[in-house]
C-alpha cells in the first residue's frame, strides 16, 4: 500500500518562503515522477510542478522563478521549496507519485498568505 504523507504548509506573510515535503511508504517503480498540484476554494485542481525519474522538471508559469521542486530518492520523498510567496499562492497543496499503472496523491497540506 502506497502512502503519501505532505507536510510543511501553514500561514505566511507575503514575500516568505515555505518548504513542502512529502514522504512516500510502500514499494513503488524506481520509475516514476513526482508531482505537486494545488487547488484554491471555487478553482479546479492545478499542476504547479513536477519533477521526472531522472530529474527533469515542469513548473506552472505562475510559480516560476519562485518555487523548486526536489526529490530525494534515499529518502523516497519530494519537496518543494516556496520563495516570494503571493496571497493568490494560497491553497491547499497535494503531492503526487505517477508510475505507469498507477497514481497516487497525499491528503493535502494548507498554505495561506496573508498579510
Known amino acids: 500500500q502506497v502512502q503519501l504523507v505532505e507536510s510543511g504548509g501553514g500561514v505566511v506573510q507575503p514575500g516568505g518562503s515555505l518548504r513542502l515535503s512529502c514522504a512516500r511508504s510502500g514499494s513503488i517503480s524506481r520509475f516514476n515522477s513526482w508531482g505537486w498540484y494545488r487547488q484554491a476554494p471555487g478553482k479546479q485542481r492545478e499542476l504547479v510542478a513536477n519533477i521526472a525519474t531522472f530529474g527533469s522538471t515542469n513548473y506552472a508559469d505562475s510559480v516560476k522563478g519562485r518555487f523548486t521542486i526536489s526529490r530525494d530518492n534515499a529518502k523516497n520523498s519530494v519537496g518543494l521549496q516556496m520563495n516570494n510567496l503571493k496571497p493568490a499562492d494560497t491553497a491547499v497543496y497535494y503531492c503526487?507519485?505517477?508510475?505507469?499503472?498507477?497514481?497516487?496523491w497525499g491528503q493535502g497540506t494548507q498554505v495561506t498568505v496573508s498579510s
Open positions: 503526487l507519485i505517477a508510475v505507469v499503472g498507477g497514481t497516487y
